[in-house]
């Protein structure tokens, strides 16, 4: 938990104290995002160890509470400060976008996912309400009763065919998942009643884009937009590279085989796991997903597939398409046969 708590926890307090005291810390916190993790990933060649059978977290609730009621103080603050009348010069707004964007994208997407698969109604909801700033509301469902259900089948939005570009994914994904959940939804509303949920996700974004006019007028709106999108961006490029290629035989009764380790790539990176909940443990998360992100297991290499690279370094080699088949291509086939 302190490889956690001071991974995720730090590089908030460096983005929140530049816009408190100047453009230095947000340097910072800029190149805590994109420079050290990377190099203490790769220079630093560790693996944290899995917990113990059983063991139990009690602190991992209260991080998630910590950096979810973090984010969103941070959201609506760095929109301000972006568009609005701060003290901020041009360049340091620009480096405030990469570096709360990055932030948003790395660390407040794990901390919503991990909420969202928790039991409690309050921690779920928080989880939900972060997506919902992201302008992602709808993955709080597409998640739970899509993703899970349908990964590594072309009935998943969320899972890259094999030779297929991030910027062919990242569309298809997005408005794929709406409409899967959506459809989802509206299956269970059908039995159970209630509010329809994606009243508030839709609902729930445009009020956050007013709130961003309210900040600093309409460019507040567009940067709140620009920030989502980012931040957007970067949990479908997880989704992206997590799932790359892989997909699940049929049995002979038409129906797909279980999931099992082999469909979602892994990596062993000891300070990004700690950046992103451990994220990078996928396997782990789809045969438990209610498994609290310490408690994670890295499978072996030899039954599970591992990125060459650490997740946000694949994430960046990604958007270069014919860099990444090239990297992915031979490992790839190994799987898929």
């Known amino acids: 938990m302190i490889l956690f708590a001071a991974a995720a926890l730090l590089p908030l307090g460096l983005l929140l104290a530049g816009l408190w005291w100047g453009g230095g810390w947000l340097l910072a916190g800029l190149l805590y995002m994109g420079v050290l993790t990377a190099c203490l990933d790769h220079l630093v060649p560790l693996v944290a160890p899995d917990a113990p059978e059983g063991a139990e977290f009690p602190a991992a609730d209260a991080l998630l509470l910590a950096l979810g009621l973090g984010h969103l103080l941070a959201f609506p603050l760095v929109v301000w400060a972006i568009a609005g009348d701060s003290d901020l010069s041009t360049p340091m ?43 992602n509301g709808h993955h709080t469902s597409a998640h739970r009763l899509v993703h899970h259900r349908h990964v590594a089948s072309e009935a998943d939005p969320n899972t890259a065919r094999g030779e297929e570009s991030f910027y062919a994914f990242l569309p298809r994904a997005y408005l794929g998942s709406f409409r899967a959940g959506r459809e989802a939804e509206t299956t269970r509303r059908a039995a159970a009643g209630g509010v329809h949920p994606y009243w508030i996700y ?35 490029l997880s989704d992206y590279v997590q799932h790359y290629g892989l997909s699940r035989a049929r049995l002979p009764d038409g129906r797909l085989e279980p999931v099992s380790d082999r469909h979602s790539w892994n990596a062993p990176h000891w300070f990004s796991s700690g950046l992103m909940l451990n994220a990078p443990r996928h396997s782990d998360h789809h045969a438990h997903p209610a498994r609290p992100y310490p408690a994670l297991r890295l499978p072996h290499a030899e039954d599970a597939p591992r990125l060459p690279y650490s997740l946000p370094l694949c994430s960046v080699i990604a958007l270069f398409p014919r860099r990444w088949r090239r990297l992915m291509r031979p490992r790839l086939k190994r799987w898929q046969r």
Request: glycine letters at 18%; a positive charge; aromatic letters at 10%.
């Open 93 to 135: 707004r620009v480096v405030a976008f990469l570096g709360f964007g990055q932030f948003f994208g790395q660390v407040s997407n794990p901390v919503a996912h991990e909420l969202i698969h928790r039991g409690a109604r309050g921690l779920f909801r928080l989880g939900m309400v972060i997506y919902v700033t992201m302008l």
């Open 202 to 236: 839709v609902g729930g974004g445009l009020a956050c884009l007013g709130l961003g006019v309210l900040l600093a007028g309409p460019a507040g709106g567009l940067v709140w937009l620009a920030l989502a999108a980012y931040a957007t961006a970067q949990l479908m």
